[in-house]
């Protein structure tokens, strides 16, 4: 059973928290953990912002006494029967049972596991995972924890911290910064350097006009380029724009460097497939393609939260005859 919120630990973290509009350890412990926040976004569902906000808020930002003697970032019991590691740990009771994790990494993946496969957090896994609000009051909701103020606090700090970013990386919506990249290099057994270097040799110059990727009309755009610029200048209603090209973030701004369709995008592609190269995400590949997500999802049965192999063939059509690595 999951920890219930000593209003102590609350309250000590919330006096420290408000004391400094950014507080130092939480800024060390977003950059240590953001890397395994998005990996297990991109396995489970859970929400990146989410993962780091309840990490931060039970943890005290990796400093509380539970933290440093087990590895336990989440509060999680131990169940009846259980016989592995714990550590005791006075909470609703004196000397509870708590798990002991060998690696903080091992206690993020215990979390997930925890809400995916628990039928009372079942209808959070449909909200878009990009609604940190519904998933904060929906925690609340499901009866995670008893603090009245749980929801709000989980959005404060997604909030302070931009952690809503996280969420976006792990979709492929916004680039992935330093620290996680890192973390996938170094998981992966890639130098970050190759990885860039990958990436580098990887990109196409497009023209500045509007052309065509599977017989669809599309406009490249650099980062920075106000979308609503480019909605009037085809004629196009912003949100109309961003269901074209499967925008998860709502934005004014383009964050990085994409190419914008103006058309509907095609179920199918002409090309039988495409092979993955280092840093692609689900979202790049649709894109570069000219193919709806969804078709692509559907045809490789995999959710937007997968993350294809490098050298992985990844069908285009829905009868493509290929082997899949």
Not at 54 to 63: H, K, P, R, T, Y
Not at 170 to 186: D, H, K, P
Not at 277 to 283: R, W
Request: hydrophobic share 35%.
């Amino acid at each position: 059973m999951i920890k219930r919120y000593c209003f102590t630990v609350i309250l000590l973290f919330t006096l420290l928290f408000t004391r400094a509009q950014i507080n130092e350890a939480t800024v060390e412990y977003i950059k240590t953990y953001c890397g395994i926040a998005v990996e297990e976004m991109q396995r489970t569902g859970v929400p990146a912002s989410i993962k780091l906000a309840q990490g931060i808020l039970e943890s005290m930002s990796g400093q509380s006494p539970l933290v440093l003697k087990s590895n336990n970032h989440f509060g999680i019991k131990c169940k009846e029967g259980y016989n592995g590691p714990y550590v005791l740990h006075d909470d609703d009771r004196p000397k509870e049972r708590f798990m002991k994790y060998e690696t903080a990494e091992k206690s993020y993946r215990a979390h997930s596991d925890f809400l995916k496969n628990r039928s009372r957090y079942a209808s959070l896994f449909q909200l878009d995972p990009t609604d940190y609000k519904g998933w904060a009051y929906g925690l609340k909701k499901a009866g995670y924890a008893t603090n009245p103020k749980y929801p709000q606090l989980l959005i404060s700090l997604i909030e302070r911290y931009n952690l809503h970013e996280y969420t976006l990386m792990g979709l492929g919506q916004l680039a992935m910064n330093e620290e996680v990249s890192n973390y996938f290099a170094t998981k992966n057994g890639t130098s970050p350097s190759t990885i860039a270097t990958a990436a580098k040799e990887a990109e196409v110059s497009y023209p500045q006009e509007p052309f065509t990727i599977n017989n669809t009309k599309v406009v490249f755009v650099k980062a920075g380029t106000s979308l609503q610029s480019i909605a009037d200048k085809y004629n196009i209603p912003l949100e109309r724009l961003y269901d074209l090209n499967d925008f998860d973030e709502i934005t004014s701004v383009s964050s990085k460097d994409r190419l914008v369709y103006l058309q509907l995008k095609r179920t199918i592609s002409e090309k039988a497939y495409h092979e993955v190269k280092a840093g692609e995400t689900l979202y790049d590949i649709a894109q570069q393609e000219g193919i709806r997500l969804e078709s692509l999802l559907k045809y490789n049965r995999l959710s937007k939260f997968d993350k294809p192999a490098v050298g992985s063939k990844l069908k285009l059509q829905d009868n493509a005859d290929i082997a899949i690595n």
